[in-house]
């Protein structure tokens, strides 16, 4: 009770800091959404045609760089719009689209709302998480451009390829597969990229990426996909029923993401930025706003929405 005061207090003064933002929420709209988060298990279905159809994005509609969240949208599992994701809605369709959990929906809801330059709203749009280097976008991923080159947006064929190119005359992906492709992609920017950064907080984020595709595609413990899966996750932004995919039966957590991190890291021997200890901690704290390392405050907003939404550690 005294936690929810407190953020009551805290969404009061934030009112106050940025007009115009609260009265377009009250606060049993917010809790009142906070307590319908509980998603319903995944069904497993008989055939393909049981599925969500893709249908695609129209003129009004927006995307994001996470070929997820566009793929889950594109089915009109996440809405359609792209648009107003609350972490209710979010938990809804990870859950029913990906079997990922409450716990990683939480947290990383609260970051993309953190990318909302409105962020009292409570929700965001997929375009706000464009925002570089501002909660998750970051360079060196694994099918986009750096910021500097102009579109960190875009699924890119090109840079995707190089990434592709370790799976050759390979069927499934695997850790240590996955682990040197996404190391590739950090060298490889970090030489012809004269603005790249990649701190401890990319690092963390670019691993759980790499986790998060081999989990939702394959297996959240083996990390072992047909690699016509994850082709159709990111070069279509669809997600593969046709070719014979079907929701994990284990779901993707926190703990499944942080121990999967972990094996990544192991596998490729990348040097870990002095201090960090990879894992489902890291991922919270950087999810949270927090310095992965220290535990210092990088981002007080996120701190915030953390509160208000009721984050903890
Ligand atoms: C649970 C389902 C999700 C899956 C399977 C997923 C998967 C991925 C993958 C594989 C990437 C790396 C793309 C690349 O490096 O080219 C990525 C990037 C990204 N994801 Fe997601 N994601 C999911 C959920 C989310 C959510 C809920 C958010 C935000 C609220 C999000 C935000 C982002 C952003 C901003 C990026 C771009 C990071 C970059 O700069 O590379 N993702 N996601």
């Known amino acids: ?42 069904q497993a ?28 949208a594109n089915h009109d599992i996440c809405p359609r719009s792209g648009k107003g994701y609350t972490v209710p809605i979010l938990t809804k369709c990870l859950k029913d689209g990906l079997n990922v959990g409450g716990d990683f929906a939480l947290v990383v809801g609260t970051t993309g709302i953190g990318s909302n330059p409105n962020p ?21 991923s694994l099918s986009r451009a750096d910021t500097i080159a102009g579109d960190n947006h875009s699924f890119n ?22 682990a040197k492709a996404k190391y590739n ?13 990649y701190g401890p907080v990319q690092f963390v984020l670019s ?33 593969p029923y046709q070719e014979g995919w079907k929701p994990t039966t ?22 870990l930025p002095e201090g960090l200890i990879l894992g489902e901690s890291s991922l919270r704290a950087v999810f949270k706003g927090l310095d992965p390392i220290t535990g210092a405050v990088l981002s007080p907003i996120l701190q915030t929405i953390s509160g208000l939404l009721g984050v903890i550690a």
């Open 1 to 42: 009770m005294y936690s929810f005061i407190v953020a009551v207090a805290v969404l009061l003064n934030l009112s106050q800091a940025f007009p115009g933002m609260a009265q377009k929420r009250n606060i049993a709209s917010i809790t009142g959404d906070r307590l319908t988060t509980v998603a319903e298990p995944v």
């Open 45 to 72: 279905r008989d055939t393909a045609a049981a599925y969500p159809p893709f249908l695609g994005k129209r003129a009004a509609d927006v995307r994001s760089p996470c070929p997820g969240l566009n793929s889950l």
């Open 120 to 140: 009292l709203t409570l929700q965001f749009d997929l375009d706000q998480l464009d925002r570089h280097n501002i909660f998750i976008e970051h360079d060196a």
């Open 157 to 178: 064929q090109t840079i995707w390829d190089t990434v592709l190119d370790y799976y050759t005359g390979m069927s499934d992906t695997s850790i240590p597969v996955a």
């Open 185 to 197: 992609r950090v060298t490889t920017e970090a030489e012809r990229d004269p603005a790249f950064f």
């Open 207 to 239: 691993y759980g990426e790499t986790a998060l595709y081999l989990s939702t595609m394959g297996d959240p413990i083996t990390g072992v996909a047909p690699i016509e899966y994850v082709r159709a996750l990111f070069e279509e932004e669809r997600l």
């Open 250 to 271: 284990t779901p993707t957590t926190l703990a499944t993401l942080g121990a999967m991190v972990l094996e990544l890291n192991a596998a490729n021997g990348e040097v």
